[in-house]
């Protein structure tokens, strides 16, 4: 089944303790994306990824770092999670670019204390 | 750089017809849009990468005024499974994709 999987799907952790989000998607998408949603805000782009080793930042970058080792994995990494981080975090892929239908992940609801 | 849709909610009765507006100060090169039900991930409902490019999804359709920065949805004969929330989006020259604030939706019988 063609689908995109993030793990954890709930996660609370503690301030400054490094946590990574992974992501992976099974139909040789070339773009990868994070979001993040928020009451209020909507869903804003936190990295994304044109093609292997090709990141770029999206509109709220910053506390967040990302990796493209490979084509089907882009994990979110957290150096030092802070409160204003707790949010609802989706990763997404399409064939190519943004001019595709972008597959979303179900989701990580992250909770910061 | 988000494109603001309006209104922000509305509520239909099944049956009754939409318009959600999504525009942008920024040229808008294409018009994507999703709906995201409740505790769940936005799904992919279309692509508008013309001016003046209409296209439909079962009794949702969408337009494109690329000279007015401006895309509508419309939805026609509301049914319950249309209730959720729908987002515009569009992306800027280097491929970074920005969604619009939102609009709730939700029909009631």
């Known amino acids: 089944e063609a689908q995109v999987t993030q793990n954890p799907r709930y996660l609370i952790t503690v301030t400054g303790k490094k946590l990574t989000v992974t992501c992976s998607q099974n139909?040789?998408?070339?773009?990868m994306s994070w979001y993040r949603q928020d009451p209020g805000l909507g869903l804003r782009q936190i990295y994304y990824?044109?093609?292997?080793?090709?990141?770029d930042k999206g509109d709220v970058p910053e506390g967040y770092k990302v990796s493209r080792k490979e084509k089907r994995n882009f994990p979110l990494i957290l150096e030092s999670p802070s409160p204003n981080q707790t949010s609802l975090y989706f990763c997404?892929?399409?064939?190519?670019?943004?001019?595709?239908?972008?597959?979303f992940g179900p989701g990580t609801r992250l909770t910061v204390l | 750089q988000q494109p603001v849709q309006s209104p922000q909610a509305v509520i239909l009765r099944e049956g009754e017809d939409a318009v959600i507006n999504c525009s942008s100060s920024?040229?808008?090169?294409?018009v994507h849009w999703y709906r995201q039900k409740h505790g769940e991930a936005p799904v992919f409902l279309m692509i508008?990468?013309?001016?003046?490019e209409q296209k439909g999804h079962e009794k949702i359709s969408a337009s494109f005024n690329e000279k007015k920065q401006q895309s509508s949805l419309y939805l026609t004969a509301s049914q319950l499974s249309y209730s959720g929330t729908y987002f515009c989006?569009?992306?800027?020259?280097?491929?970074?994709?920005?969604f619009g604030t939102g609009t709730s939706l939700t029909v009631i019988p």
């Open positions: 997404a892929s399409s064939f190519s670019g943004t001019y595709n239908e972008q597959f």
């Open positions: 990824s044109m093609n292997v080793e090709v990141t």
């Open positions: 139909m040789n998408h070339e773009y």
């Open positions: 989006g569009t992306e800027n020259t280097g491929n970074q994709f920005y």
């Open positions: 920024k040229a808008l090169y294409s």
């Open positions: 508008l990468l013309k001016g003046g």
